[in-house]
C-alpha cells in the first residue's frame, strides 16, 4: 500500500508571508498532482509533476518533484487570502498491466489572515 | 456551466431511510468514481466505472451501492447507513481510468449527514 504524509497537517499565516507544504512517501510515484479544496467545493487540480526534480511555477505557487518521485513541495510567495483551503497531493503509482491508481494524502489545511 | 454537478448538497437521512446521490458530468470524460472524504483521512476511492463498467470496488460495504446507467451519469444509492458513514461524498470524472497523468475533476460533493 502506497501512503503519501503531508506536512504540515495545519498552517495559519499572515498576509503576505512565504510558506512551504510537504508530500512524502516512501514508494515512488510516475507522476504527482496537487490540488486545492475550498470550503465548500471540491479538489481542484492546481499542477501534475511527472519527472524527477521538475519544477513548475503557477503565479506564486512553485511546485517541485522530488528528483526519486518519493516526494513533492508546494511553495507559496506573499501568500493571501485566496491561497486559503486544504492543499492535496497524489500520487499516481503503477497497479499493473499500465494501468496507474491515485493515492491521495490527508492535505495541508491553509488559513491566510489578512 | 460546472463540470461535474453533484446533487444534493446537502443531505440528513435516518439509519433506516433509503436515499441517492446523483452525479452528472459534462466533460466527455468516459471514467467516473466515487470518494469519501472524511476528517483527518485521505480522500478514500469507493468505487469506480469506465465506460459504464465497474472496475473497482474497494470493499465498500454493500449499504452502498452504485450504478452507472451511461458514461455521463452515476449514482450512489443508500440504505441502512451508519453514524460513521456521515461525510463528504466527491464525485469525480476523467478521461479514462489507468492513465499515468489523468488529472481528475471533481464535483462539490454532498455533505451526508447519518443521525
Known amino acids: 500500500t502506497q501512503l503519501l504524509e503531508q506536512s504540515p497537517q495545519f498552517l495559519s499565516i499572515q498576509e503576505g508571508e512565504n510558506l512551504t507544504v510537504y508530500c512524502n512517501s516512501s514508494?515512488?510515484?510516475?507522476?504527482l498532482q496537487w490540488y486545492r479544496q475550498e470550503p465548500g467545493e471540491g479538489p481542484v487540480l492546481l499542477v501534475t509533476?511527472?519527472?524527477?526534480?521538475e519544477v513548475k511555477k503557477l503565479k506564486r505557487l512553485t511546485f517541485q518533484f522530488g528528483d526519486a518521485r518519493k516526494d513533492s513541495s508546494l511553495h507559496i510567495t506573499a501568500a493571501q487570502p485566496g491561497d486559503t483551503g486544504l492543499y492535496l497531493c497524489?500520487?499516481?503509482?503503477?497497479?499493473?498491466?499500465?494501468?496507474?491508481?491515485?493515492?491521495f494524502g490527508k492535505g495541508t489545511k491553509l488559513s491566510v489572515i489578512p | 456551466e460546472t463540470g461535474v454537478t453533484q446533487t444534493p448538497r446537502h443531505l440528513v437521512m435516518g439509519m433506516t431511510n433509503k436515499k441517492s446521490l446523483k452525479c452528472e458530468q459534462h466533460?466527455?470524460?468516459?471514467?467516473m468514481y466515487w470518494y469519501k472524504q472524511s476528517a483527518k483521512k485521505p480522500l478514500e476511492l469507493m468505487f469506480v466505472?469506465?465506460?459504464?463498467?465497474?472496475?473497482e470496488n474497494n470493499s465498500v460495504p454493500s449499504r452502498f451501492s452504485p450504478e452507472c446507467p451511461n458514461s455521463s451519469h452515476l449514482f450512489l444509492h443508500l440504505h441502512t447507513l451508519q453514524p460513521e458513514d456521515s461525510a463528504l461524498y466527491l464525485c469525480?470524472?476523467?478521461?479514462?481510468?489507468?492513465?499515468?497523468?489523468?488529472?481528475?475533476?471533481f464535483g462539490n460533493g454532498t455533505r451526508l449527514t447519518v443521525t
Open positions: 497524489a500520487g499516481a503509482g503503477d497497479s499493473g498491466a499500465g494501468s496507474y491508481q491515485l493515492t
Open positions: 514508494s515512488v510515484f510516475s507522476s
Open positions: 509533476v511527472v519527472t524527477g526534480g
Open positions: 466505472y469506465n465506460f459504464k463498467e465497474q472496475t
Open positions: 469525480a470524472s476523467s478521461q479514462r481510468t489507468g492513465e499515468r497523468h489523468s488529472p481528475l475533476h
Open positions: 466533460l466527455g470524460h468516459n471514467a
